[in-house]
Nanobody
């Protein structure tokens, strides 16, 4: 079993910054990828950014140049540094882990609200 716990999030004005962190613990030997999904009401959860142990990264087009994803503090951790935030970045952000994404393991979600 793997537990995924997120921290960070909150409310910020447009143009501001936030940082999300995530830690996966337990039987983590099957984790090769970690990433962040965003969900807004009425829409499916979408992948925002991710990385693999091998060093590959992915960014959704709307966040390229503004968000940075990577290993936070040791293996099976992830961060999402969000700069120049826009109101459309608002949503619940979920950390996800697995061999490939979407993986089996999800965090509880953390709210990010960007006001104009």
């Amino acid at each position: 079993q793997v537990q995924v716990v997120e921290s960070g999030g909150g409310q910020v004005q447009a143009g501001g910054s936030l940082r999300l962190s995530c830690v996966a613990s337990g039987h983590t030997f099957s984790i090769n990828s970690m990433g962040w999904y965003r969900q807004v009401p009425g829409k499916q959860r979408e992948l925002v950014a991710s990385y693999t142990v091998g060093g590959s990264t992915y960014y959704e087009d709307s966040v390229k140049g503004r968000f940075t994803v990577g290993e936070d503090n040791g293996k099976n951790t992830a961060y999402l540094e969000m700069n120049s935030l826009k109101p459309e970045d608002t949503g619940v952000y979920y950390c996800n882990a697995g061999w490939v994404l979407p993986g089996r393991y999800w965090g509880q979600g953390t709210q990010v609200t960007v006001s104009s």
